[in-house]
Nanobody
Framework: QVQLVESGGGLVQAGGSLRLSCAAS????????MGWFRQAPGKEREFVSG????????YYADSVKGRFTISRDNAKNTVLLQMTSLKPEDTAVYYC????????????????WGQGTQVTVSS
């Protein structure tokens, strides 16, 4: 089992940057595929980015490709999401998630979730 805690959210102007961090408990962090999702008010939770066990493969939603970068440090049990050129439409609660197995963009495929961190981008 793994517990996830996100941090790094906040209020930023359009065009600005934020770095989200997800700290995981447990000694088996490297055996989990990690993902970032977001959920805006009134909308479904959507996939943002994912990273394989050792970081060799990364995936991005088209809406964030070229602006967001996911990375992980298995020695520190941490996964990061560097967000640049932020837009008002990036405003959402961002969640870190973990799953056994390979890449998936479906929230239903993820077994463990953090509590979320709010990102607000003002225009």
């Amino acid at each position: 089992q793994v517990q996830l805690v996100e941090s790094g959210g906040g209020l930023v102007q359009a065009g600005g940057s934020l770095r989200l961090s997800c700290a995981a408990s447990g000694r088996t962090f490297s055996t989990y595929y990690m993902g970032w999702f977001r959920q805006a008010p009134g909308k479904e939770r959507e996939f943002v980015s994912g990273i394989s066990y050792y970081g060799s493969s990364t995936y991005y939603a088209d809406s964030v490709k070229g602006r967001f970068t996911i990375s992980r440090d298995n020695a520190k049990n941490t996964v990061l999401l560097q967000m640049t050129s932020l837009k008002p439409e990036d405003t959402a609660v961002y969640y870190c998630a973990a799953r056994r197995g390979d890449y998936s963009s479906s929230p239903d495929r993820y077994n463990y979730w953090g509590q979320g961190t709010q990102v607000t981008v003002s225009s």
